[in-house]
């Protein structure tokens, strides 16, 4: 058989494939920018190859791994070509660049572009005002560059008079710099040259540096610089500097800062609840400082919790945080984001509204658009004065809705009511279960989580648990050392190095003399026997549990160089178990001539009920069949707390303040009242969301008048209740059998929420987490639809071109 | 017949000598993979790579005397692929380590992965001479292969050395303790191994990579490589003699780790450096070298994916109010790709620490002033780029003595270069440590940097 036919006629199909395929129009991907571990980036106007005769923006990066700089048209991404058009246009400059910042000198032509090298104190100059894009590096008398004395830690633009430019710059030792340039009077319309530099010494390490945008008068311009250092007087924030860098005032955070922001915005009226501009009629515009607060001295045990705080420059000398809209806290809470801000930048609104739409027309010079989601899937456009984007090490970029000073959420908060899912396991035929206000037991969980209260703005995220004898957190299976005082034992959670002797070491110090632990007399340590001398072998609970021994916490003791967290006065219990005896007699021998008896483990359980957030940690003591409030008493309140609490600011050293009695008690409430701060700042009401049933809505939340909605962050009636069909119990509440047999009877309240859920863009799969820079762009003048825009760059090799004017937030990623 | 023949033939095949290799160089660096300080002089472990020398004792260590041309002052050959170093120093002003007589000196702790073995080699303190007399002491085990990082616990009477593994059962971290303060390391105690547990009891994944020990609590921290979206920082409490192979049982050493998400998704920790001040009930502030990667690919793979850039970060490691271990990131700074060895200074009176920490990746060497946030970068020739401390840079060590130079005295640091086979020589004025540079050969210290496009003195290599 022939086989010649097939494949001649194979050969012919081939031909014909390829012969369509050559006929095709090829073409190519275009090529990425090709960015190499981006470390800064920054949009100028100038002129490059790609278009030698008109001014347009541009988007520099700075490649940290190759050192140059990578240049993209700054409205569509796009890389501009190298003058061999394989590669892309790279502008060499000096080793590792890291830092970036561009000036406009306000006569409509090409900006200043300085770059910095890692570890390096000269200001490079990217001649913008020439296609060729050459840099000086070095300083001299014909070159623009300056060297500053100092490593250049933080640059910052600062407006400045036409055809002028400043740059201000951190520098290390704890100096700055403020550096003018000019538009040259040789060739005026073209390059720039150096004015000059002033240096001076601040006092204190300034870490980040932001200035007002151009628009504020010139004798009211200043600088700004995030510090972690002291600042006047003590206090904790941001400094603010005059342009001659000579006169100092602290704008007091209540904590040390990384990073800073500034922004002349309006700010919504208190109780506006619209979406729409109307939020901000006749409102003034303001100067409003943001920096994010150093994690090392904020938080829920802290003056003031985590996050992006607003400062008003008007308070400049004293503490500078507005008051809190609502009245109900001292002041204005910061903005929360997960994890770790590493980058902040802000975005006034753009100069063309988004689109042609008359209704559109809004979003433009004082305000501009940020969508939501509403509770059905629909946009909700909000008006707003000032966005900011906040790049965090959790991988994500947060928006804050700076016009309404609050985290942006991708819909509002009311629209749905998250108490979470109360589950109960029963012990020994009984249960935890919730009371309703008439006093009895829900039959449902759904029932039993209508009797739950939270508030939108103060109920964080979080699973707590309601446990009859729980453990109290932190305080399980310590490692403990026992001594004797007064003849009885006492016990202290730490692991100490040999015997009690001067400048012995001791680790694992837990300080059970802070109330924030929620350690009190009468609450119960359970010890393992293994550690204690014979005779004692102690009681296991189960066979696959270590025999341990229980004692009754009498008192606290303060702390000692033996004892540096304080220690627990041990007493026996009411009705022990007869081991529980033995070992107590027998730890109380071992400790009876003054020595130490180590090698201890312990655990620490709540005498009756105990509140507990995964998150939130120990949250109070409920009462059996009371109600119990997790909230926060009011502005102040909490001051007056702080002075009664003598351990407010103790720091761990020895001796500790005393702290007994009514102390203790205001120092707990103080503790319990910071876990109830504001964590959002809720504008919204039933209203708000078009979407919403306004008459499921105000179902959803009696008795609530919003915005304000003070309240607790959780507040219940939790009693144990009857669950075998005899019914020994036929009356609520029932009792806990004392002793062992029903601990651990617990409630579990999953997926309690304040119903925040952020408004945020990650950054595409297969690129780390750790932002290097962010910057605003408003693009509205060259592509209107994009409107306003955030570049954060993060080292691997990647921009991210993000705004949350569109729906979802708009995301693009130049490579 | 012919079956005889054969049988003759394969005899005779049989009576044959093997092939053996020479021993490594002792007069020469052969793929330096670390490098140390003692009494002015470099130590310097080369790993025959290539394995062109023979494998049980192609790689070497070597005592040098920092002179142009460099002398050797002592030498021996070891197994092939040498680790990490580290040198236990009676004599070392910050940490004197007390390691057992009856011969004097320092002993060099050196891994070597093939072999599997643990050299501790003693260096004379008189000359510098090296020996090794069964100095080697067997690490391998069923759960655990090539001994890579090496680590010190000194002071206080203690005198220990620790190793961890590039290879573990399930990626498993393990160490091992040996006691320099024990003449005899077969006794019971004196070779611990410790292999530890994270959350819930299941295994902790990561191989030991970064070892440091702070003294003033008997505390030794250790980073590890990471497997999922995130890492800790452990530690181990050093205190009542106890054991690490018993960790969890009576006797046994307490560990423990920093809080599930102190230390930031994404980053591999790798080096560790502690300051160089404590003071007691203040943090302790440690340095530390890091690698971004991208943590959800990393979890999802169950090994870390991609090197995007490396961090050195400033922590204060503290105890929180639960006596937990507070991982305070203090201030972090980009410093390039492989971020590996961090070394502090030697201290300055009345400032914080001056930091040595390489990008192995990059070729770069940066120091750091914790007193101003200055930080300079060392290593790119800054006209050419050309590598001036090596193309991969291998093993960073500080003269733990000054020299003479400048008022505050010069820290002089040294860098391996693993692929060219030489040691570069850094001085670094304590009180002016943006003024860091390579010099020349012979050069006096704080004196006599290089100029621009001029070639460093390479100790080993070309001057």
Known sequence: VSRARPLALAALALALALAAAACKSTKSNAPGVRLRQPAAVAVFQGYTLADTGNLKPYLAVANAARNDLSVADAVTGEAIKSPIQLTTLAIPVEERPSLLAAASLGDGKADLLVAVSAGDSVLQVVTTWDPSNAVFSVPGADSPAVDLGADVLALAVVPSAEKTARIAAALAGGGIALVEWKRTEVDPDLAIELVGANVQALGFQAVDLAAMPADLPAGEQKLYAATQDPLAGGLYGVAEISLDLVTVRVLGALAPTRLVAAARLKERQDLATAAGGTAFDGQPRLPRVYAVLDESACGPGEAIDCGIVTLDPALAGGPAIPGDWAGWMPYRAPMRVPGRPLALAVAAPPAEPPSSDPGDAVYQDDLMRLRMKTVDGGTLTLATSGVAAVASDDGNVYFLDLGRFTAATARSPIVARAPGTPAATPVDGKDVWLLDGAGSFPATATEAAATIEVTPGYTPTDTFAVTWQGILPDLEMRAAEAGVAAGEPWLALQSGDGPDAPGRIVNEVVRVWHPALGVRAGDVAVILAEG?????????????????????????????????????????????????????????????????????????????????????????????????????????????????????????????????????????????????????????????????????????????????????????????????????CPAPPCQVTPGTAQRNLSLRLSGVSGGTTPLLARAPSGAPTHASGAIAFDRSPWKAEDGYRFFVSYPGDLVFDVSPSLDPPDRKTIR | VRRLAMVILALAAGCGENVRLDPGPRDRFYFPTSVGVID??????????????????????????????????????????????????????????????????????????????????RVAAADGRLSCDGCEVAVSGASRGDPFAAGLACGGGVARAYVGYLRTAAGQAILTQIDLTRTDLSADGAVQHAGFTGTGGLIEIGQVRGIAYDASRKRLYLTRTASGSSTSLRWVDLANDCRIDKIGEVGGCRTGTTRSGAVPAGLELRGIALSSSAVSGAPRRAYLSARIYDPVAAATAGVRIGDYDGLLLVVDLAEDLGGSLDFRIVDQIAIGYGASDVRVLPPRAGKRDVVAALAADDGVLWIYDDETGGRVALGRDPVTGAPLVGHVPSGLAVDPVPLAGSAGGVARVYVGSFRENFVTPIDVPLDAPEDACLITSGGTPGGACIAAGASPWRIGGTP
Not at chain 1, 544 to 557: D, G, Q, R, T
Not at chain 1, 673 to 678: D, E, L, N, P, Q
Not at chain 1, 688 to 694: E, L, Q, V, W, Y
Not at chain 2, 75 to 98: K, T, W, Y
């Open chain 1, 532 to 728: 204690v001398p014979a005779p004692c072998v102690g009681k296991a609970i189960s066979s696959s549990s270590k025999p341990v021994f229980e004692a009754k916490i009498e008192a606290l003791l303060a702390p000692s160089e033996l004892h540096p967290g304080g220690a627990m006065q041990l007493a026996p219990v009411a009705a022990p178990e007869p081991q529980w005896t033995v070992c107590y007699d027998a730890l109380k021998a071992a400790v009876a001539g003054g020595q130490l008896l180590g090698g201890l483990t312990a655990t620490i359980r709540a005498q009756g009920l105990v509140l507990v957030g995964l998150a939130t940690g120990y949250a109070g003591r409920p009462p059996l069949a009371a109600e119990h409030r997790l909230e926060y008493p009011g502005k102040d309140a909490e001051a007056v707390l702080v002075a009664a609490c003598t351990l407010e600011d103790w720091d761990g050293a020895v001796p500790a303040p005393d702290c007994l009695g009514a102390c203790r008690d205001a120092c707990e409430a103080l503790v319990l009242a910071r876990k109830a701060r504001r964590v959002h700042h809720t504008f919204e009401d039933c209203a708000t969301d078009p979407d919403d049933d306004p008459g499921a809505c105000a179902a959803r939340w009696p008795g609530t008048t919003f915005p304000v909605a003070s309240g607790p962050a959780l507040a219940f009636t939790a009693a144990v209740r009857d669950s075998t069909p005899s019914l020994t």
């Open chain 2, 40 to 121: 002015h002089r470099l130590v310097v472990a080369s790993s025959n790579s290539d394995l062109r020398y023979d494998d049980d004792t192609g790689g070497s260590l070597l005592v040098v005397d920092v002179v142009y041309p460099m002398t050797v002052a002592g030498a021996i050959n070891v197994s092939s692929f040498a680790g990490e170093l580290a040198i236990a120093d009676p004599a070392d002003p910050r940490s004197p380590c007390p390691v057992a007589a009856p011969a004097s000196g320092a002993v060099v702790v050196l891994p070597v992965r093939g072999a599997a073995l643990v050299y501790l080699a």
